[in-house]
């Protein structure tokens, strides 16, 4: 029997706290406070923002670089309201990595340039945008989850949020409580990368085009603190090459914060075409590189954290809207992996979000129609056209690095490829994926400037209530069956690889051998996208839990 449910009514819930929907709610309340100025019936809308994290931020990760054009459109005076921005960008560099060489490329590619940028924490910022959305009267709701849509008549009606104080077999603990109805006239879904309320909205609506299979990639990251006199604020690095095998994309980067402070990492395609990619192996082997160790040697890792990267594209993009809710930022697709970038066009995702709904707050039109506009408004968007300009860049490295730059350079579009699972794509074990196998079992992490998945993860801040049902969900016949057998002899089980927090675990003592240790979770999706067999769920744990990330 479902619990009973308390429900609180609102005009819009906006659901994730990341940049997209931050800057919609702060644009959409700017909107109402300047038509409320001039209008005889003034508008009070009731808003909120739920957040699954444990504070603004607490899940926001990025290398990043922000292009501030998007801040023209919503907040002009962002600079002196005290946007933390850590550094201006300044010099610049593009390498292609050996195992121990470098070689600079000597020409930099527009895409590349970052003039005019800065460098920021994600976190930081994230947090940053909370308080300026709270500052303006929006409820920001933390700790919460979104765990499934109300429908009603077809739309979705509202959210439901998590339950608290369930214990690990399914029965309410002393002072438990059931989750919340939040009703709402429009929901924004802002999740980020494979967001868990977007799947169900998917799976409903058939929001990701048959033709346009999204693509991902898992990027790790590190902030560092490093000894003085190695590198300058607003000095960045972009690498391709090693540690990864042609046929694999990904590439590194390193981004001076200041004179001592660093952020770095590494992207590697969630949809290998190897059975055991690592994308925390490869961090570590980035990080012995010489162009990066010689900044990082001596210094201290001070944070650790994981997401997926969503980089199919323009063509791989959902429907932005459906009845009764609109998509944006990174759920809805828009990242531009040819300029590593997709912070502006979240920003900008939600400026239009919000003139969408300021205009159904003014006519009290919320039918899919009047939403509808949402996506009128991004074909006409500068948005759209650096997407398409952008169009099919990452599909480009389907068949491997070399013809992935030819294609980049002579800006050639290939046609996307068909759609495919990823277990056609994995080449069962053979002579290379032994080799490094071989190599992988034999690393040691020094614990100075390498570290374990554990090591890492004790640093991301990622805690979870340990007496709360699985949020990776397998099911029994499929750990005994696909994992234990099928898996075992295809594959060798890449879960015990590419999750970045070591949350699967293989003994082939035990019975069954695949052990999940979910409180590691830094919530990055990547075992939803990379299992060759799609049988792992990753379902919202108890709000609150996950990484808390004050740095990256
Ligand atoms: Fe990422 Fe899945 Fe590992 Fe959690 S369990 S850290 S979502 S790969």
């Given at each position: ?22 800057s ?5 309340q ?6 409320n ?6 508008l009070?809308?009731?808003?909120a ?13 990025s290398?990043?670089?922000l292009?501030?054009s998007?801040f ?10 005290g946007?933390?921005l850590?550094?201006p960008?300044g ?12 070689l600079r490329?000597?020409?930099?590619p ?8 800065y460098?920021?924490s994600?976190?930081r ?5 909370a308080?300026?959305?709270?500052a ?5 709701i ?20 998590d ?15 059931p ?5 709402a006239?429009a ?8 967001g868990?309320?977007f799947r169900?909205?998917?799976r409903?609506?058939?929001l990701q ?16 603190k ?8 607003g ?12 046929e ?11 004179e001592?402070s ?8 969630a949809?290998p ?7 925390h192996?490869n961090?570590q082997?980035f ?9 990082i ?6 944070e ?6 969503t980089?199919?594209?323009?063509d ?15 759920c ?6 040819q ?7 979240a ?11 300021f ?6 039109d ?23 300009g952008?169009?099919?860049y ?5 068949h491997g690095?070399?013809?992935g730059?030819v294609n980049a ?5 290939v046609?996307?490829p068909?759609?495919?699972p990823?277990e ?5 074990g ?8 071989l190599?992988k ?12 998945k ?23 016949e499929?750990v005994?069956?696909i ?5 075992a002899?295809?594959?060798?089980n890449p879960?015990?690889h590419?999750?970045?927090?070591g949350v699967?675990?293989i ?12 409180s ?11 299992d060759p067999y ?7 744990p108890?709000?609150?839990g996950?990484?808390g990330?004050?740095?990256?």
């Amino acid at each position: 029997m479902s619990p009973e449910r308390e429900s609180l009514d609102f005009d819009i819930v906006f659901v994730g706290a990341g940049p997209a929907n931050l800057s919609a709610a702060i644009h959409l309340q700017n909107l109402v406070e300047r038509h409320n100025e001039r209008a005889t019936s003034p508008l009070e809308p009731e808003i909120a923002i739920i957040e699954k994290g444990r504070y603004p931020g607490a899940h926001l990760l990025s290398g990043a670089i922000l292009d501030p054009s998007a801040f023209s459109l919503f907040m002009p005076d962002f600079l002196e309201k005290g946007c933390p921005l850590e550094a201006p960008v300044g010099k610049e560099h593009v390498w292609f990595l050996g195992e121990k060489r470098k070689l600079r490329i000597p020409y930099l590619p527009e895409a590349f340039r970052n003039g005019g940028n800065y460098l920021v924490s994600l976190s930081r910022f994230g947090a940053w945008l909370a308080s300026e959305a709270e500052a303006r009267g929006i409820a920001l709701i933390d700790n919460t989850a979104a765990t499934g849509p109300i429908l009603e008549n077809g739309r979705v009606a509202g959210i439901v949020t998590d339950d608290k104080g369930i214990d690990r077999n399914g029965r309410a603990m002393p002072g438990s409580e059931p989750g919340m109805r939040l009703n709402a006239r429009a929901v924004v879904v802002g999740e980020g990368a494979r967001g868990s309320l977007f799947r169900q909205l998917d799976r409903i609506f058939g929001l990701q085009p048959e033709a346009g299979k999204q693509i991902y990639e898992t990027g790790v990251k590190e902030v560092w603190k490093i000894p003085a006199g190695r590198t300058g604020a607003g000095e960045i690095h972009h690498t391709f090459g090693h540690p990864l095998p042609p046929e694999l994309y990904g590439g590194g980067w390193l981004y001076a914060f200041s004179e001592t402070s660093v952020s770095l990492g590494f992207v590697t395609s969630a949809e290998p075409s190897l059975p055991s990619v690592d994308p925390h192996y490869n961090l570590q082997l980035f990080k012995r590189h010489p162009l990066v160790r010689d900044i990082i040697a001596g210094g201290s890792m001070l944070e650790y954290g994981a997401k997926t990267i969503t980089s199919g594209g323009y063509d791989a993009m959902p429907k932005l809207f459906g009845p009764g809710f609109l998509l944006t930022g990174e759920c809805a697709g828009l990242v531009n992996m040819q300029r590593l970038k997709g912070l502006h066009l979240a920003m900008h995702s939600g400026v239009l979000a919000a003139e969408t709904l300021f205009d159904s707050l003014v006519s009290g039109d919320f039918t899919e129609k009047a939403l509808r506009t949402y996506e009128t408004r991004f074909e006409t968007s500068a948005m759209k056209e650096e997407l398409h300009g952008a169009r099919l860049y990452r599909q480009g490295f389907e068949h491997g690095l070399y013809r992935g730059l030819v294609n980049a350079g002579l800006k050639v579009a290939v046609p996307a490829p068909p759609s495919s699972p990823g277990e056609n794509r994995l080449l069962p074990g053979g002579k290379e994926y032994d080799k490094w196998l071989l190599k992988k079992k034999a690393f040691r992490p020094d614990g100075a400037l390498t570290f374990g998945k554990n090591d890492s993860v004790f640093r991301s801040g990622t805690v979870h209530e340990e007496n709360q049902p699985c949020h990776l969900e397998i099911q029994p016949e499929d750990v005994a069956v696909i994992c234990a057998e099928r898996c075992a002899g295809e594959f060798g089980n890449p879960c015990q690889h590419f999750c970045p927090a070591g949350v699967y675990e293989i003994d082939t003592d035990s019975r069954p051998p695949l052990k999940i240790n979910p409180s590691n979770c830094l919530h990055c999706k990547t075992c939803e996208i990379a299992d060759p067999y799609g049988v792992i769920v990753w379902k919202p744990p108890e709000g609150g839990g996950g990484p808390g990330y004050k740095l990256c």
